[in-house]
């Protein structure tokens, strides 16, 4: 809040989306592709298999040049985005968890100088070498993950560390481990999604037959894995979590479809791997490309629902998605959001619209554009006055709300209650929320016209 | 006004001693900026270096395959040093990089469309083509790179400069010390390059490698970090002069602590130069060209520790008051030191293995 504003026009958490989203889908692969070669070189290995170990060797090098290169640089890019976009956010994490992205970081190392090793130690040395590389691979790869599903799942349900402030409290967090078995299942099944392209290149039909098995295999676990991972995930979440968007009457409907579009994804991309198990001869391309795009569309619905589950937090309990803090709310109303945000005044004027123009850049331009994503001026423009007074006065009371909540570690401030769940509440002085009304008022098409 | 723009300190408490992230940092910048010179001076090397001069497509065909990991370790490499950055610096970092964000993160796209332009040009040399195009282009990708990390470098120390570049983020280029900073990293990119192809082509010689050839890319090194070197040290004094008055003036009062690492860094430079200029023939001289690579690493790291300085005296005046609070998380620090060791340990048996282990003669291999 009290960082400069980058004003974009796709609104930031689209950007935070789609950096993120990409990154998940190569990193998973990353990992469960690692455990799929490294199997499948064992078994190459120990049977004798040509095939096994040419599936292991093709997939190798799709591995480094997606892992080390596209995965390792947006893996970073999440950092840049998250940065950019939500730098308060990014800072409490920073200084809550350094100790564990550090310690991530020394897996990633292991894991980055592995991969390369696997790929360029090919006929060079011995099989039991050249397996101790890639297992090392795979756990440098799993325990990465092991590190920082804690952090993501802090993010969404913080448990007693709201209380204790403790690292630990907060890695082991209620949803910390049903995200590890769900991603797990995740890893599994992409790596055989990706892998089975590699098992079609196979000339030999027999052999052809025996890898795109072996492939539907890791599908077929990975998906009920996963299936079995996200069902225990949602029955960790908090109540308040779970009314966004599961239950009779879900408060976001946007949110609700993600969740069948992903349950429904995940089954059609079942069906294909049990297609590709009971008739392996049958696959193809076409089909592949089918299986992929499912296994897609299951695990970026996920995180779409896990990162859209947060409203209005971005850290749940703690820092709401513009940046203020929970324990902010009664100093900001006493002294006022701008005193506060001295970056969100920049370049406006200090007439009320001007000042309005400063509220809503420091508290609702992290979610709402002008005219882009979820653009302010159509939001209002069905809006009186008299309405639009009406609406203010609610966030700003839902305030207290927030202040009064208590938190255990299992109860969390009930936002399945207020008027308005999955936005923040408004903070600052009452001059502060006039001076918005008239901003947010000026944006309304009579208004502009009347000021022409 | 422009205190009024500094973001407050972050109430959180910092997770561990300060000394302890100014010491992680400056170690694992030096391992970063170590690679990151082998990628930029290395890719500027290969594209300068005429394939069609004895010793060309060897010194390409080196830069190119070295690159294909040493890319992937910078960027590794950077992740930490970036990490503990943010800890003790994060509301001016965040800060300039939302000033001029399009470009921070137009950084990552440079950076990966220069590393598959790296294995590009790899796997056309491997198919017995020439890099052409490919590492010219890369060569391009990883100077933007270096251009965009040294603007938002000096705009995260100066937040003066911070509504100006708000107005227009053009003005992140304005700074007076761009661009002799800018060049001082560059050519201490293409001096270590150097320093690095004529060693290894050293080494390949003494190993019953083609003289000839290795030969041509150890004086194609040499002379480059000769070149890099002298314009170096000119360039140096201007970027001292170039200073802000105030900077310049208390890191001049600073005593021993900022005196000696400079002052040792400025002689390694002359020394390197004396060095440089006495190997007329490389293959002939390796301790000599030994000794520039060791000292050349000597004085990145000096100057690694005089560029830590100079931030903190250009951020002294916007962090008097600062009230920082220490609550070490041991526990996880402990966590931290366990798997560094492990994960260090093991990469390294995992390389040692993968140099010695050979199939013995009839043994069938990976």
Redesign the interface.
Known sequence: M?????D?AMGGGILIGLVAITHVWVSHFAIGGGLAIAIT?TLAVRRGDPALRELAKRSSLMLI?IS???G???G??I???I??VQ??A???L???Y??????E??????E???A??YY????????R?????IW?YFF?AFMSLVIIQGILAFMLTPGRWLETGS??DGFFNPSYLPGVVLRTGICLLLAGAYMTFAALRERDAAARTRLVRLMAAFQVIGALVAYGGYRWWEAALPVSVKSLFAGEKPILAALSGTRTFLLWSLLAFLVIALFALLAPKAQRWPIAVVGLLAAFAFFGGYERLREGARKPFVIRDHMFSNGV?ISEIESLNQRGILA?A??AA??TTADPVGRGRAVFRAQCASCHTLDGYLGIRALVEPVDADMLNGILTIMREEGAEYVSGRYTHKGHVATENLDYPHMPPLVGTEEEVEALHSYLMSLKAAQVAAVR | MTE?????L???????PPWLFHL?WLVTFTVHLLFVNTVLGGTLLAALCPAARKGGRETRTFFVEVN??T???A??????P???M??LF??F???A???V?WA??G??GL??VG??LN?VAKFRLRAGRDAGLPIWLAALCFLGIAAIQVAINLLHMQPGR??EV??SGWAALADPTFVPRLLHFVLAAVSMSGALLAWVAVRRAGRGGDAESNGAMARYGVRAALIATVLQLADGFWLLLALPEGVLRAFMRGGAATMVPLTLGILAGLGLLVLLAQIHDPLAQPTRVRRVAELLVGTIVLMIVTRHQVRDLYLAAHRTGEQVVVAT?W???A??LV??V???G??VY??V??VK???AQG????
């Open positions: 009290d960082y400069p504003i980058w974009l070189e040049l080390t290169v596209f390792a640089i947006s970073v890019g950092w840049v985005t940065g950019l730098p308060a990014t800072s409490a920073i200084h809550t350094v100790w564990g992205w550090a310690s970081w020394g897996f990633f190392i292991l980055i100088v592995t390369l090793l360029a130690t090919w006929e060079k040395v011995r099989p070498t050249h397996l101790l590389i090392l440098a690292f630990w803090l506060k001295g970056w920049f370049g | 009024n723009l500094i973001p407050a972050d109430p959180a408490p910092l997770p561990g992680l294909s990991w890319i992937s370790l960027v590794t490499f950077g992740i930490a970036l990490l503990f943010q800890v994060g509301r970092f965040y800060s990089t939302i000033l964000a921070w993160l950084l990552l950076l990966m590393y598959y294995y911070w509504s708000a107005a998380q526990g996880a620090l966590l931290f798997v560094f492990l994960c260090v093991l990469t995992a390389v293995r993968a282990d050979r199939p043994e069938q291999a990976a």
